[in-house]
C-alpha cells in the first residue's frame, strides 16, 4: 500500500485533469491504471488539518485541528498507520514539510518516520523542508528494504509548495514553451513575502516555476512507481495519489497562495488517483468524494474490518463501489477553512457541495450560494433566490458541526507542546504566513 501526497497541487495543473502543460506524464500514467476522481475535496486548506483528516477519516471539528496553529494531534485517535500496523503490514514514512514532522503527532502507528528536513527555504531560512530528490531517495531505500512484507508507505512529496523554485531544467521546460502568456505583471505587495523572487514580478513566470515544481515531483513519483515495477511488487501494490489542498493564482487577487479567506475550488479541489488490485483501470469517476473517505475506502479494498473504536468515530464513507463501477452516484461533501482575515481575525468558514449546488457558510460576511452548472467559476452568489435551499444547507452544516464538536470531545484534552516548541513553532508559523499577523498584507500571506 502506498499513499503518495503532494502538497499543494491544484488538480487542474495536472495533464490528466485537461492541462494543456506536460507537467505529469508519470500521474497520467498511473491514472490510465486505475480510477480518476474529476471531484475530489480536501477537509482543509492548511497543511496539517487536512492530513490529520486524511490520516483519521474525521473532519476537522471532530479531531480538533483547525489550523497549522493548533497543538499535537491527540493519541487518543485512532490512524489508517496504527490500524495497517496491527493488521501485520509494516509502516513507514517520509514527509518533507517541517509541520508534519513527529513533534505534531502525525507519526503514530509508523515504524519508520523520516522527517529529516535537510534544505531551508530561500526567504524562510528557519523552515526546513526535504525536497523531492532527498524524499525520493529516503523512500526507495525504505520499501527496497521491505520489498518482501506487506506495507505501507507514506510518501509526502513538498513540492510544489511555495516558494516555487524547481531545478533549472524543470523551471525552463515551461519558461520557453510559450503556452500560458498573459503578459501579466504583479505588484510585488501582493506576493507572499516567503513566495517572493528577486527581481521577478512577472505571472507568467511564477506559474511556470509552479508547473516545473510539479513536474519534478512527477518525475519522482514516475521514479518510485518505476521501482515498484523492477523489484515486481507493482501489481500487488494498491497506489493512492492525492493533495492535501490546491493553490491560488491570482483568483479573486490572491497569488500564490492558499491559506486565504475563501473556499472557492482552487483551493478545495484536488486531485485522486486510486490504481492497483481491486481497481478498475482506465476510468474517470465524476462523483463528489473527500479526503476523509480515503482511509475507509482502503480499508475495504485491503479486505481489513474496522476496529470497534474506528466504526463509532468513523466519519468518512467508502466509497469502494466506485472503484469498480465509477458512474455511481454522488453524496454531498463537506470542507472547513480555516480563514485568516485582517477584517475579522481568525474564522473558519464551513462549505458543503451536493449536485450542482455549493453553500458558503460565512460567521460574519454572510454566506453564499453557487449554481456550479451555470456559474462554474463561482462569480456570482445567487442566495436571494434560492433561500429556502440555503436554509436547508445551513441546517446540514449546523447539525453536521453539532456531532463533530460531540466527537471532539469524545477524544480527551488536547495535547500541549512543550514552551521551546512552541516558541519555535511560534517563529516558524509566523515565517510561513500562518499566524495571526498586524498588517493587511500580512493577513494575505
Known sequence: MLLIVVDTLRADHLGSYGYSRDTSPSVTALSQRGVIFDHAWSQFQETRPSHVSLMTGLYPRAHGILSNEHGPCRRSLLTWAEILAENGYATGAVVGNALLGREFLLDQGFGDYDDLMPSHELNRPLFGEKKAGDALAASLAWIEKHRDQRFFFWLHLQDPHGPYLPPESFHRAFAEDGKVVTGRLVEEQRIPKYQRIPGELRHDDYVARYDGEIAYADDAVGRLLGRLEELKISN?????????????????????????????????????IIAGPGVAPGRRCRARVELVDVVPTVLDLLGIPCPAAWKEFRQGRSFLHLLREPQGGSEAVVSEIGALSFTFGRENLSVLCTG?????????????????????????????????????????????????GKLNQSFGPPELWPSEVLERDRIRLEELGYAQAGTEEDSRR
Open 236 to 272: 500487488r501494490t494498491l497506489v493512492v495519489f492525492t493533495s492535501d489542498h490546491g493553490e491560488g493564482m491570482g483568483e479573486r487577487g490572491y497569488y500564490y497562495l492558499h491559506h486565504v479567506p475563501y473556499v472557492f475550488e482552487e483551493v478545495v479541489r484536488v486531485p485522486l
Open 356 to 404: 450542482k449546488w455549493k453553500y458558503i457558510s460565512h460567521p460574519t460576511a454572510g454566506a453564499r450560494l453557487y449554481d456550479l452548472d451555470k456559474d462554474p467559476v463561482e462569480n456570482h452568489s445567487v442566495l436571494a433566490q434560492q433561500q429556502a435551499l440555503a436554509a436547508e444547507f445551513e441546517g446540514l452544516l449546523k447539525r453536521r458541526g453539532e456531532v463533530d
